[in-house]
């Protein structure tokens, strides 16, 4: 896919790297502002081929219905479920705004990008069973989860995933909730969808093209410096906004651009496979994503699951993530990334956050040395009959956890996305993974309000046409945001919720 109009020599707003932000923050200000010009620079022969592409991600559409690292327990044994109540609004955000562009004729039919797949919580043991009937309760008490279901019993759960049971040692102490309204999304399709419109209302796409240094200018505007990597020309952009979608490469861009905001911010890259197979045997007994607790000590992103996956419309089921130690901040990146990114700001806070997350280190060492045989034995804790010969490891996406600075010359690991933007606003990027790309629209919509400050009441009356969630409160008023999901998911031809 390629813009028919290349980018002229100044732009009204340009926007770096062809994955999930970009093409939302491109759909967002096509629809305010649709004389703008706007052009988007991909180092890639494609959309889509770095996190966001289906094959890169989990494909959840994190509404924190099961993943039990949104709900921690304390000491105490109580449970905490407000992370997961302000998750499942963001996706409902998200959800609202893809239904409206099926509407639109924007995306097309929504199979081709979500698909109703129930998730569910599965574990095992005493301390786990009580911990999951605590959340249980106290979810399944708050409307954005009333429909959930719980059992403790062998032949319930075997009804939701055959898998699960298929095998089991009988006796064992297992527990499992079931969120039926769950999603399994390719977001490389919403992906390429969204840029396929971007292209047909005007806007430039400029695949092979990457950005290779950003000079600011007296009047605030940005010289953007892009390299044509067919044929090693590099040509000069002015542009009045720059937005960096670029993964894990949008620190490293932020610096070039001498913003001052990123001091002391580094990366820590995690590299992530994933066993996965298409036997029809297999798939037919698994049509749900179940996520199992991670390790005591490991970090959210280790947490287990078995996921049923519909991928260019093929059915698949997926296991892990195990993680690795690849020195790179993209997955078409270089080993040389994480090396280029030491600054004299950045080297403490590195290592402390490093030293501070031995846990992480811990899995990332066990994980290095796994085997298959060792890989199959952590799958037959969820699916205890599977077999080493239908299962493929693949690699999935990079992660470039963001390491903050906190006080003095320490370090903090951050598990989730953040949002950069400079003082004037006419540069922003975004930094981080999880949970990803099932918050592109609310992260979008965080980028244009900090960036657009003069004119954003205008723009969120102009967008609420398409974004209906945008200024519901879902911790004061979830029936309202629970009305709009109703309408989203008919939009986006999900079953209505019981
Ligand atoms: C293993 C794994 C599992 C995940 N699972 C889930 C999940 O289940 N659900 C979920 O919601 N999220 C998930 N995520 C997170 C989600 O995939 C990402 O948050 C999201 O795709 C990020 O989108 P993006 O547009 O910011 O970046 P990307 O999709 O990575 O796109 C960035 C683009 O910028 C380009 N680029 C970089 N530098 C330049 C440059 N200088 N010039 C031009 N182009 C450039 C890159 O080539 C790339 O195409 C997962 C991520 C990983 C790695």
């Given at each position: 896919m390629e813009g028919a109009k290349s980018a002229s020599d100044s732009v009204d707003v340009l926007l770096v790297g062809g994955g999930i932000v970009s093409a939302t923050l491109g759909a967002m200000i096509q629809r305010v502002h649709p004389e703008w010009s706007l052009t988007v620079f991909e180092r890639l022969d494609e959309v889509a081929l770095e996190s966001s592409n289906g094959w890169n991600n989990a494909g959840t559409g994190h509404a924190a219905l099961c993943e039990l690292n949104y709900t921690p327990e304390a000491a105490d044994g109580s449970v905490n479920i407000s992370k997961a109540i302000a998750i499942n609004g963001q996706f409902l955000t998200t959800k609202t705004f893809w239904g409206s562009l099926v509407t639109e004729g924007a995306?097309?039919?929504p199979s081709t990008f979500i698909n109703n797949t129930a998730h569910m919580a599965f574990v095992r043991g005493d301390a786990n069973q009580k911990f999951l009937r605590e959340r249980f309760r106290l979810m399944s008490e708050h409307p954005f989860f009333h429909d959930m279901e719980h059992s403790e019993d062998y032949g319930q759960i075997e009804q939701w995933s055959p898998l699960l049971i298929e095998g089991r040692p009988a006796g064992e102490k297992i527990a499992a909730t079931y969120a039926p309204s769950g999603t399994d999304v390719d977001f490389g399709a919403v992906t390429r969808q969204l840029f396929e419109d971007f292209v047909a209302r005007g806007g430039a796409l400029e695949l092979k093209h990457e950005v290779t240094d950003i000079e600011r200018n007296a009047d605030g505007s940005w010289n953007v410096t892009v390299k044509n990597l067919r044929d090693g020309a590099t040509r000069v952009v002015r542009t009045k906004v720059l937005m960096l979608g670029a993964g894990g490469y949008t620190l490293k861009l932020l610096r070039k651009a001498g913003v001052p905001e990123v001091k002391g911010y580094g990366l820590f890259p995690v590299s992530g496979t994933f066993l996965s197979t298409e036997n029809p045997a297999v798939t037919a007994k698994h049509q749900t994503k179940v996520y199992g607790k991670a390790a005591e000590g490991a970090p959210p992103m280790s947490m287990p699951h078995l996921d049923a996956r519909i991928i260019d419309g093929q059915r698949t089921a997926l296991f892990g993530p195990f993680a690795g130690l690849v020195?790179?901040?993209?997955?078409?990146?270089?080993?040389l990334d994480l090396f280029q990114s030491l600054r004299t700001d950045n080297v403490l806070p590195i290592a402390t956050a490093g030293l501070e997350n031995l846990g992480l280190t811990k899995v990332l060492a066990q994980d290095l040395l796994a085997n298959q045989a060792k890989r199959i034995e952590a799958l037959h804790d969820f699916a205890p009959t599977a077999v080493s010969d239908d299962w493929r490891l693949f690699t999935a996406g990079q992660r470039a956890q963001i390491i903050k600075p906190s006080s003095g010359t320490k370090g903090t690991l951050q598990f989730g996305t953040e949002v950069i933007t400079s003082a004037n606003g006419t540069i922003a990027g975004v930094l981080g993974a999880s949970p990803g790309a099932s918050t592109a629209v609310p992260i979008a919509l965080d980028i244009l309000r900090s960036s657009f400050k003069d004119e954003w009441e205008r723009w969120e009356n102009e967008l609420r046409s398409v974004i209906p969630m945008l200024g519901t409160d879902v911790a004061s008023d979830p029936h309202r945001a629970l009305e709009l999901e109703a309408e989203a998911d008919t939009k986006l031809g999900l079953p209505k919720r019981g």
């Amino acid at each position: 896919m390629e813009g028919a109009k290349s980018a002229s020599d100044s732009v009204d707003v340009l926007l770096v790297g062809g994955g999930i932000v970009s093409a939302t923050l491109g759909a967002m200000i096509q629809r305010v502002h649709p004389e703008w010009s706007l052009t988007v620079f991909e180092r890639l022969d494609e959309v889509a081929l770095e996190s966001s592409n289906g094959w890169n991600n989990a494909g959840t559409g994190h509404a924190a219905l099961c993943e039990l690292n949104y709900t921690p327990e304390a000491a105490d044994g109580s449970v905490n479920i407000s992370k997961a109540i302000a998750i499942n609004g963001q996706f409902l955000t998200t959800k609202t705004f893809w239904g409206s562009l099926v509407t639109e004729g924007a995306m097309r039919e929504p199979s081709t990008f979500i698909n109703n797949t129930a998730h569910m919580a599965f574990v095992r043991g005493d301390a786990n069973q009580k911990f999951l009937r605590e959340r249980f309760r106290l979810m399944s008490e708050h409307p954005f989860f009333h429909d959930m279901e719980h059992s403790e019993d062998y032949g319930q759960i075997e009804q939701w995933s055959p898998l699960l049971i298929e095998g089991r040692p009988a006796g064992e102490k297992i527990a499992a909730t079931y969120a039926p309204s769950g999603t399994d999304v390719d977001f490389g399709a919403v992906t390429r969808q969204l840029f396929e419109d971007f292209v047909a209302r005007g806007g430039a796409l400029e695949l092979k093209h990457e950005v290779t240094d950003i000079e600011r200018n007296a009047d605030g505007s940005w010289n953007v410096t892009v390299k044509n990597l067919r044929d090693g020309a590099t040509r000069v952009v002015r542009t009045k906004v720059l937005m960096l979608g670029a993964g894990g490469y949008t620190l490293k861009l932020l610096r070039k651009a001498g913003v001052p905001e990123v001091k002391g911010y580094g990366l820590f890259p995690v590299s992530g496979t994933f066993l996965s197979t298409e036997n029809p045997a297999v798939t037919a007994k698994h049509q749900t994503k179940v996520y199992g607790k991670a390790a005591e000590g490991a970090p959210p992103m280790s947490m287990p699951h078995l996921d049923a996956r519909i991928i260019d419309g093929q059915r698949t089921a997926l296991f892990g993530p195990f993680a690795g130690l690849v020195p790179k901040f993209l997955k078409e990146g270089s080993v040389l990334d994480l090396f280029q990114s030491l600054r004299t700001d950045n080297v403490l806070p590195i290592a402390t956050a490093g030293l501070e997350n031995l846990g992480l280190t811990k899995v990332l060492a066990q994980d290095l040395l796994a085997n298959q045989a060792k890989r199959i034995e952590a799958l037959h804790d969820f699916a205890p009959t599977a077999v080493s010969d239908d299962w493929r490891l693949f690699t999935a996406g990079q992660r470039a956890q963001i390491i903050k600075p906190s006080s003095g010359t320490k370090g903090t690991l951050q598990f989730g996305t953040e949002v950069i933007t400079s003082a004037n606003g006419t540069i922003a990027g975004v930094l981080g993974a999880s949970p990803g790309a099932s918050t592109a629209v609310p992260i979008a919509l965080d980028i244009l309000r900090s960036s657009f400050k003069d004119e954003w009441e205008r723009w969120e009356n102009e967008l609420r046409s398409v974004i209906p969630m945008l200024g519901t409160d879902v911790a004061s008023d979830p029936h309202r945001a629970l009305e709009l999901e109703a309408e989203a998911d008919t939009k986006l031809g999900l079953p209505k919720r019981g």
